[in-house]
């Protein structure tokens, strides 16, 4: 997400706090370039310009013309305006009694799958969460709801089959006895793949029936110009509270992001960074300004870690990888809670300097389905060779090849790479070697890798260790 923009923003902050004395005319270059990675990005125009003017007269200040580093005072500037842009604070749910939320949206923005994200949230909040069914036209959207309702463990009324009337649905919804048990109740409704008239009626219709807390636009992060007429449409039709922006582990641009927010002035609430029902975040507007300038947001990262990763089952296995004791069992336990957590390129994202590193990474290194292949061979072995790798010799590779469905290449590949892994966890000088060359790439302007080696397992961080 926003890897574009944050790359063409790099490269302009870049040039500026390399230059000696800033004047009118560079800082005018620089905000030329950075405009049009913003239009790039799918920014609106209007949002796009006005940012920038908002930017260029606090640059111009005779404070920062005469400061001893101007150009790291523009990087603060441009950090602030764009945390404001982005909502300034972290706008909470108002879930006050009778906690209602509607969803709306354009169809494929993922409002069924968003709607189960929420109530999991809400549920391990602490909240008794009821799923209310009001896709009365798309097809399986009934039954979808359901399963990931299922899936999340939490309640969900359904139509009737054949019912048509959405006020009526929601009327039984409210009456029901998992209603009457719920301390918020979310309503997922219908899309399309245009605003229709027939959409905001039956949209208005319900709005006014159920009387929401909060009526929250779900959008496709990567819907890019036609972000701002979506948003202006349902602000318009039912008063939207809050944005929920989808799929943000997908898209390069994140334009939207800044245009919706700005366009209807109200908050981004959540982000859904990737398919599995545990991925919906709270928005912190700062946090995703320092990722869009390449900072990082590592307060996000450990905070996603804690939640996800078993700890004591971490510290047990950094222990063996310091005694050298470590096989694949281990292993296939550490990926598998890796896994859990998420799009690998979208967490390790969060470290600062990461897009300077990921830019040297061998091609698909990021690639979560090396994580499936890799689990495949494991799996593939016998408890034995797990245990002692070192026994996995010619036809025991063919064997493992022909059962996992991988090539003996990748099988070869997998048992080398562990070998040297395993020597390398057991150095202590090693890894040390290896945190500060990883410092090293992040560089000293702020961009830097921080406390990774506290994070990674193999230093003196506070963060949560990541198994491996």
Do not use: W
């Amino acid at each position: 997400m926003f890897s574009n923009l944050s790359d063409a923003l790099d490269k302009s902050f870049r040039n500026l706090v390399g230059t000696g004395k800033i004047t009118e005319e560079n800082i005018s270059d620089a905000l030329r370039e950075i405009r049009l990675a913003l239009l790039e990005a799918d920014v609106e125009f209007s949002v796009a310009k006005g940012f920038i003017e908002s930017v260029r007269e606090k640059a111009m200040g005779e404070e920062v013309l005469k400061s001893v580093k101007p150009g790291e005072q523009i990087v603060k500037i441009f950090h602030d305006e764009l945390a404001l842009l982005l909502g300034g604070d972290q706008a909470p749910l108002d879930l006050s009694p009778p906690a209602h939320i509607l969803l709306c949206g354009l169809n494929g923005a993922g409002k069924t799958t968003t709607a189960a994200k929420l109530g999991l949230r809400l549920k391990k909040d602490g909240r008794k969460p009821l799923l209310v069914a009001c896709d009365l036209y798309r097809p399986a959207a009934i039954e979808q709801l359901a399963t990931l309702a299922g899936q999340a463990e939490v309640p969900v009324f359904t139509p009737s089959p054949g019912e048509t009337d959405l006020v009526k649905v929601a009327k039984q919804a409210l009456k029901s006895d998992a209603a009457r048990e719920a301390s918020v109740i979310i309503f997922d409704t219908a899309g399309r793949q245009e605003i229709d008239d027939r959409l905001v009626e039956e949209l208005k219709k319900l709005h006014k029936f159920v009387k929401p807390k909060e009526t929250l636009l779900v959008a496709d992060a990567a819907t890019g110009q036609q972000a701002v007429s979506v948003a202006n449409h349902f602000n318009d039709a039912v008063g939207i509270s809050g944005i929920i922006l989808t799929k943000l582990d997908g898209d390069a641009r994140g334009g939207a992001a800044l245009s919706m927010r700005s366009v209807t002035g109200k908050p981004i609430k959540y982000i859904g960074e990737g398919e599995k029902l545990e991925n919906l975040a709270e928005f912190h507007p700062d946090r995703m300004a320092d990722r869009i300038l390449g900072m990082g947001d590592v307060v996000s990262m450990v905070e996603q870690m804690s939640e996800k990763i078993d700890q004591e089952k971490a510290e047990k296995a950094a222990k063996r990888m310091a005694k050298g004791k470590f096989d694949f069992e281990d292993f296939l336990e550490q990926m598998r809670m890796i896994q859990n957590l998420g799009p690998l390129e979208g967490l390790l994202g969060m470290m600062p300097g990461f897009n300077k590193i990921k830019k040297q990474l061998p091609s698909g290194a990021l690639d979560d389905k090396r994580m499936k292949h890799m689990e495949a061979i494991i799996l593939s072995m016998t408890p034995k060779e797990r245990k002692r790798p070192e026994i996995i010799k010619g036809t025991r590779r063919k064997r493992i090849a022909r059962g996992s469905g991988r090539s003996l290449i990748e099988v070869n590949q997998l048992l080398k790479n562990f070998g040297q892994m395993k020597k390398l966890m057991g150095s202590k000088s090693k890894m040390k070697q290896m945190m500060q060359q990883m410092e090293a790439l992040g560089g000293e302007d702020g961009g830097g890798m921080g406390g990774l080696g506290g994070l990674l397992g193999g230093g003196g961080g506070k963060g949560p260790k990541l198994p491996f």
